[in-house]
């Protein structure tokens, strides 16, 4: 049986990245390694609820390549399944969320909304539409 996935994120900053994940999409850290303990850790691993998304910073010549920057088609570098979009949504307006698509029934069928985090990364939140 398989329980969960957890994308993988490059990221320049992993600081801000962790900031902007509590702050704006009330996501904890679960777990944070890679440095001496002088505040220099790489590697992250956050959740809410039951989603995980993990996080690297790798070194300053790598840096995000958001799905979307590399071809249209590509709109989004992760789908987190809720079962209420439209709460969500809500919440992360108030949180002042960059929105990169409003809360919609798509053309694919779902009811979903997108953001943009600090790093550009397109994260799309939704259920299937019928439900």
Same mark, same amino acid.
């Given at each position: *049986? %398989?329980? $969960?996935?957890?994308?993988?994120? @490059?990221?320049? #900053?992993? #600081?801000?990245?962790? &900031?902007?994940?509590? $702050? ?5 850290? %679960? ?14 691993? *956050?959740?809410?609820?039951?989603? *995980? %998304? *993990?996080?690297? &910073? @790798? +070194? ?6 958001? /799905?979307? $920057? !590399?071809?249209?088609?590509? !709109?989004? #570098? ?11 949504? +809500? ?11 409003? %809360? &919609? /029934? +798509? /053309? ?9 985090? /600090? $790093? ?8 299937? &539409?019928?439900?």
């Amino acid at each position: *049986m %398989l329980n $969960s996935v957890a994308p993988f994120f @490059i990221v320049d #900053d992993l #600081d801000a990245t962790l &900031a902007f994940y509590q $702050s704006k999409l009330g996501f904890d850290v %679960l777990h944070k390694c890679g440095g001496d303990g002088n505040g220099d850790d790489y590697f992250a691993i *956050m959740g809410r609820d039951r989603v *995980m %998304l *993990m996080f690297k &910073a @790798i +070194t300053p010549e790598v840096h995000p390549q958001p /799905n979307p $920057s !590399r071809h249209e088609w590509a !709109r989004w #570098d992760a789908y987190i399944g809720t079962d209420d979009p439209d709460s969500l949504y +809500t919440e992360f307006v108030g949180r002042e969320v960059p929105v990169h698509r409003e %809360l &919609a /029934n +798509t /053309n694919d069928g779902l009811r979903a909304f997108e953001i943009t985090d /600090n $790093s550009g990364y397109v994260l799309c939140f939704g259920r299937p &539409a019928d439900k």
